[in-house]
């Protein structure tokens, strides 16, 4: 029985919300292992829609478990929310479906506040982020101050933790001209919402490993995409968890191991919100028109994606760094119509050419990119469910694609609907 491992091989948002849920109907446990509501994962299912940040995307379907992993940093009062909408809908949850990791640590509210305030500085520190508080709360956890899940069941811990948490963010706060936190005012909330939470709470990394010795199969749901990767993204225009594979079992308690299939999700062009590199951007009329075909505003923030070409260089690179087995290529049918295409396949700078993005911010703001161009093709691809429904120029194109980052179609969407997909392998079964 196979494992499988979604990641976004590019800068999010690459489609990875239709291609989880259908996975995620086949597994018996999905598991999200890093980020945390700055994700928004859309699911169409029967006609309604679910908008997800925190939740597994497994929620919506009964008989699974999900599970929010260490990995992750969870805003206690966002999840009470979301699970009442997704009650509101009809969705089930409780304790036996809903499993979240003692060790996952909390997004407070000054954690937001913080966020915010550093990005309305001004431009040198503005990164662009979703201003809900997870780079401040992921700093927490590495600096040893974080309150964590388990920690609400506890008074005395509580207030301890509190106490180590505002030593640290009073002054910072100080500093950037915000109040003093309200310790009494943040400890009863904290209480207020500890039952809440402390329902789900559960040693994660136990009943993962017992899931796969049970031969369960198991989804690891991931969020963001790999360039945003903290240590491997266009730092430090990324986010501040791990999003890569790697992090799939560090995230939720298991040894690598656990993970047999990887797949990369790959949008067929490429987009980006927020600051930072990006070197096939197009500030024309081809950027404007893949933008206003594929939709690409943010769920989360609203903000319009920048758009530009397929850049094979960076999903070559992404799709090396994640072992990723095989792609599910997105979003194909926004390219209809282009009377040519671009894919970027290398780069060039002060005059030599390079296969991958290196990582000094300097040599980055030289990139030039190397361009191959495509015919493409007037006909429609949306909603094609088998290659014979695609136009020879659009299968030339995928197979183009496939050739440049080495990596082979697993699975082909044509349109938001979840049976508008060309399954080439199945993950699971693979
Ligand atoms: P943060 O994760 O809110 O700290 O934001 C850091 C960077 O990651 C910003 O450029 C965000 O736009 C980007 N980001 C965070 N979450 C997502 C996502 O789910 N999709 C796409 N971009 C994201």
């Known amino acids: 029985m196979a494992n499988v491992v979604v990641v976004g091989a590019q800068w999010g948002d690459e489609g990875k919300g239709k291609i989880v849920d259908w996975l995620s109907e086949r597994a018996d446990v999905i598991a999200r292992f890093q980020g945390g509501h700055n994700a ?77 305030a550093r990005e309305a500085q001004n431009s040198v520190a503005r990164i662009g982020t979703t201003g809900r508080g997870i780079g401040p709360c992921y700093e927490d956890k590495v600096g040893r101050r974080v309150i964590r899940v388990a920690d609400l069941g506890d008074n005395d811990t509580l207030e301890l933790r509190v106490d180590r948490a505002l030593v640290h963010h009073n002054a910072l706060r100080a500093g950037l001209g915000l109040d003093p936190i309200n310790r009494d005012a943040l400890l009863e909330s904290l209480r207020a919402i500890a039952p809440e939470i402390l329902q789900y709470a559960a040693p994660v990394w136990k009943a993962m490993n017992e899931a796969r010795r049970a031969g369960k199969r198991i989804l690891f749901e991931g969020a963001q995409g790999s360039l945003l990767d903290a240590d491997f993204g266009t730092y430090p225009y990324v986010t501040s968890s791990n999003v890569i594979a790697g992090q799939a079992a560090t995230g939720t308690g298991m040894g690598p191991g656990a993970i047999d299939f990887v797949l990369g999700i790959v949008k067929a062009y490429t987009t980006r919100v927020g600051e930072g590199p990006f070197p096939t951007e197009l500030h024309d009329d ?27 260089v960076l999903v070559r690179q992404t799709c090396a760094i994640s072992g990723v087995n095989g792609i599910a290529l997105t979003k194909l049918d926004v390219l209809d119509g282009f009377e040519t295409l671009r ?6 700078i002060d005059g030599e050419t390079y296969d991958y993005l290196p990582t000094a911010a300097a040599v980055q703001a030289k990139v030039r990119p190397v361009y191959e161009e495509m015919p493409g093709w007037q006909e429609s691809t949306a909603g094609a469910r088998s290659w014979a429904d695609l136009p020879a120029e659009a299968i030339k194109y995928v197979r183009r694609i496939e050739e440049l980052i080495q990596c082979p179609v697993a699975m082909l969407s044509t349109s938001p609907e979840r049976d508008d997909t060309i399954l080439v392998t199945d993950p699971f079964e693979d």
């Open 40 to 116: 928004g994962h859309t699911l169409v299912i029967g006609g309604e829609v679910f908008k997800l940040n925190a939740l597994p995307s497994g929620v919506v379907r009964g008989g699974k478990l999900s599970v929010i992993g260490n990995g992750v940093v969870l805003d206690p009062w966002h999840l009470v929310k979301e699970i009442a909408a997704i009650r509101e809908q009809g969705v089930e949850i409780t304790p036996e479906t809903l499993m979240v990791a003692e060790n996952t640590p909390l997004i407070l509210p000054f954690h937001g506040e913080l966020d915010r």
């Open 286 to 312: 081809d950027g404007q028109r893949l933008g206003e075909r594929g939709r690409e505003f943010g769920t989360v923030t609203g903000r319009k994606r920048r758009c530009g070409w397929f850049d094979a």
């Open 343 to 348: 894919i970027c396949t290398g780069y060039e």
